[in-house]
Structures are given as structure tokens and as C-alpha cells.
């Protein structure tokens, strides 16, 4: 089983990416999908993410109605477009997903590999 996250990059303060993770190996059925990020010197940090049941999203407070989570179940992806990034935002972004675990990072059954975002002001 394989997540595999992608289209991070370098961005002015104010713009946008979409970041996409694809998992493979399973069918994913039944898991909650996470984002997670970590910022160097920090912990990694809930960003959003969409359960299973119902699709409904949740996002940590700093993410102030910016970020929109999605999922394709036919696909075994999630999506992640972040809209007015702030330098804070920088930082490796991490899928994750669990079955039935809380949304914490030492819950999550499977990860990602990262990708790097880089927002200038």
C-alpha cells in the first residue's frame, strides 16, 4: 500500500496550489484521509482532513476557510487547494490515512512522502 502526494512548489504570499495524493494497494475503503504538515524546528500539525463516512471535512483553525479538502473514491485520492498562502504555510505537506484511528499522526496507517511548499512574501 502506497500514498503518493504531489504538486507542491514555490508561491508569492497570496497564491495558490493544489496538492493531490494518490494511494495504491488498497482500496482505501472505510479510511478517513489526513493532511498533515510540518514546518522545520516543528511538530507536524493537522492541516484537514475528510472521513469516510459522509465526507465530511474538518480543518485546524489556522487554515481560516482558505484550504478546501476533497476526495475521489473511484480514485483513492484525496485533494488539497490552498488559496491565499501565507509564508506561514510553508512547510512539508503530508497525506495520511486511517482506519477508524484518531486524527493524530501516530494514528494514521499509512503516509505519504511529502511535498514541499514554499510561500515568499
Same mark, same amino acid.
Given at each position: 500500500? !502506497?500514498?503518493?502526494?504531489?504538486?507542491?512548489?514555490?508561491? !508569492?504570499a497570496?497564491?495558490?496550489?493544489? /496538492?493531490?495524493?494518490?494511494?495504491?494497494?488498497? +482500496?482505501?475503503?472505510?479510511?478517513?484521509? /489526513?493532511?498533515?504538515?510540518?514546518?522545520?524546528? @516543528? $511538530?507536524?500539525?493537522?492541516?484537514?482532513?475528510?472521513?469516510?463516512?459522509?465526507?465530511?471535512? =474538518?480543518?485546524? +483553525?489556522?487554515? @481560516?476557510?482558505?484550504?478546501?479538502? *476533497?476526495?475521489?473514491?473511484?480514485?483513492?485520492?484525496? %485533494? /488539497?487547494?490552498?488559496?491565499?498562502?501565507?509564508? $506561514?504555510d510553508?512547510?512539508?505537506?503530508?497525506?495520511?490515512?486511517?482506519?477508524?484511528? +484518531? &486524527?493524530?499522526?501516530? *494514528?494514521? =496507517? %499509512? &503516509?505519504? @512522502?511529502? #511535498? /514541499?511548499? #514554499?510561500?515568499?512574501?
Amino acid at each position: 500500500v !502506497q500514498l503518493q502526494a504531489s504538486g507542491g512548489g514555490a508561491v !508569492q504570499a497570496g497564491g495558490s496550489l493544489r /496538492l493531490s495524493c494518490e494511494g495504491s494497494g488498497s +482500496t482505501f475503503r472505510g479510511y478517513d484521509w /489526513l493532511w498533515f504538515r510540518q514546518a522545520p524546528g @516543528k $511538530e507536524r500539525a493537522i492541516v484537514c482532513g475528510i472521513m469516510w463516512s459522509g465526507g465530511n471535512v =474538518h480543518c485546524a +483553525t489556522f487554515v @481560516k476557510g482558505r484550504f478546501t479538502m *476533497s476526495r475521489d473514491n473511484a480514485r483513492s485520492a484525496v %485533494y /488539497l487547494e490552498m488559496n491565499n498562502l501565507e509564508p $506561514e504555510d510553508a512547510a512539508v505537506y503530508y497525506c495520511a490515512a486511517t482506519l477508524g484511528g +484518531t &486524527w493524530v499522526p501516530s *494514528s494514521m =496507517h %499509512y &503516509w505519504g @512522502k511529502g #511535498t /514541499l511548499v #514554499t510561500v515568499s512574501s
